[in-house]
Every structure is written in C-alpha cells, then in structure tokens.
C-alpha cells in the first residue's frame, strides 16, 4: 500500500436518531446532534437514511460516513472521514 504522508482526519459526533419522522433533518443540540428521517427502523433503513443525512449536512459522500456505535440504538457515534 502505497501513502503520499498525508494522515486522514476523522471526526466523531453522537447523534439521537428518531425514525419515522415526517421529515429529514439534522440539528445541533449542545455537542450532541438530533436527527429526524422519515425511514422505519427496519432492516437498517433508518440507518442508512441518517448517513445520507449526515453526508449532506457535512458535505462529504456518504461513504465517508460510518455508525461506529449504536446501530441498533437511538444513541449513535458517528465517523466522518476527510
């Protein structure tokens, strides 16, 4: 594997996810972060719904985000890489 020296940066945020919303959104609440999507939490939807979410709110692609902790929680830790 090949590296140019550059360390990729990463950030963690803890988000409380509430599925089932009648709309997306994402809000700053303190260090903590509210999240609202419209997907059930069902077979990983509002999951995946939150990271789409996420990556919009922060400008990165989604695959730049990853649930690190709480996947089946409301409580969540996320990673943004980049």
């Given at each position: 594997m090949m590296t140019d020296g550059r360390r990729q940066?990463?950030?963690?945020?803890?988000?409380?996810?509430?599925?089932?919303s009648s709309?997306?959104?994402l809000e700053q609440d303190g260090e903590t972060y509210k999240a609202w999507v419209s997907a059930p939490p069902l077979d990983?939807?509002?999951n995946e719904a939150?990271?789409?979410?996420?990556?919009?709110?922060?400008?990165v692609a989604p695959s730049?985000?990853?649930?690190v902790r709480g996947h089946t929680s409301r409580l969540k830790t996320i990673r943004l890489k980049g």
């Open positions: 940066k990463a950030m963690l945020i803890t988000v409380r996810l509430q599925p089932k709309q997306n959104r990983g939807a509002a939150l990271i789409k979410l996420v990556a919009k709110h922060f400008g730049k985000v990853e649930i």
